[in-house]
């Protein structure tokens, strides 16, 4: 399979501490470095490397090369509809809590580490470009000996996240680059910044759902009657087989319209007391694929997530 080339070079960055995942490799930048027009590494948190895409139409996105992880999304008015947990750490020694994590090759708990490998390793960049306008980042994940340490296979991630002025837009491929089949769950752990007693979803209406409440490990069954979701407590549900687009009301002035391509799944979250420094300030609206996706040798899987504000 023909890897991803590189359409530009990063001569301006002064390379501390190295992880290799590509043929480009960095964990820590000293500079800013330009790549294509709206597309930047400057340095983050912690002195984490970070991309930040800019839209001449006045939005802005931060991802995070730590976790492959989009931190913030603002819209020309300057707000920003992601939220990152104020435990948040930038250290390396724990995913990113907030924004949109990733979750692969595992949704939630299982037979590895809780939502999988994919949030506590560098991605890189592999590409970047700027589309009309539109600046667009694509980030590389292979497996390496702490992948394979506990997931024995060989894969490649790609996500590319498209900025528009009141859009974003993820497209995450997994490629199977074993000589044998694996299998996989994974998720879009999306965090919005939100009034969690004015927050609603609306779309879910007639789904199969899976109520983790009472018991994470026995989730009971139902079936959603309501055409408006809201938040009253703790909320930890699955919506099996849910729509492509949803609308999420984050109950501080924002229509957020959620859309996806090839997401089965729909997962509604927030912890309530359980954090009681911020459980008020957000929801948790997450693309998911809950059943298992079987790829055999060079078989790939994209599925798509478009966020837009109306």
């Not at 895409?53 to 802005?60: A, D, F, I």
């Not at 009657?225 to 492509?244: H, Q």
């Amino acid at each position: 399979m023909a890897m991803v080339s590189m359409s530009f070079s990063l001569p301006n960055l002064n390379l501390r501490r190295v992880n290799r995942y590509s043929g480009m490799a960095f964990a820590s930048v000293n500079k800013e470095t330009s790549t294509t027009v709206g597309v930047r590494v400057t340095e983050g948190e912690g002195n984490l490397p970070k991309v930040v895409l800019t839209s001449p139409h006045g939005s802005e996105a931060e991802i995070y090369l730590f976790g492959g992880c989009l931190t913030s999304w603002k819209v020309p008015n300057g707000k920003d509809l992601l939220f990152v947990r104020p435990d948040a750490v930038f250290n390396k020694k724990k995913p990113i809590s907030g924004g949109v994590p990733h979750c692969f090759p595992q949704f939630g708990p299982g037979a590895i580490q809780q939502h999988g490998f994919a949030r506590n390793l560098d991605w890189s960049v592999v590409d970047s470009d700027n589309v009309d306008g539109n600046p667009v980042v694509t980030l590389l994940l292979k497996d390496g000996p702490y992948s394979r340490s506990m997931w024995d296979f060989g894969f490649q991630a790609l996500y590319k996240v498209i900025l528009n002025s009141e859009s974003i837009s993820t497209e995450l491929t997994i490629t199977n680059t074993d000589n044998k089949p694996f299998s996989f769950t994974s998720a879009l752990h999306t965090y919005f910044s939100a009034s969690v007693t004015g927050a609603s979803v609306k779309g879910l209406k007639g789904c199969k759902t899976l109520d983790k409440e009472l018991d994470p490990t026995n989730p009971v069954e139902g079936k959603e009657e309501r055409d408006v979701v809201i938040f009253p407590g703790f909320v930890d549900r699955v919506y099996l087989d849910a729509p492509s687009e949803l609308q999420l009301d984050n109950g501080l002035g924002d229509v957020i319209t959620i859309k996806n391509t090839n997401w089965s799944d729909t997962v509604l979250w927030n912890p309530h007391l359980q954090m009681e420094a911020c459980y008020k300030d957000f929801v948790c609206v997450e693309n998911a694929q809950i059943g298992n996706v079987q790829l055999e040798p060079q078989q790939s899987w994209t599925a798509k997530q478009h966020l837009s504000i109306d």
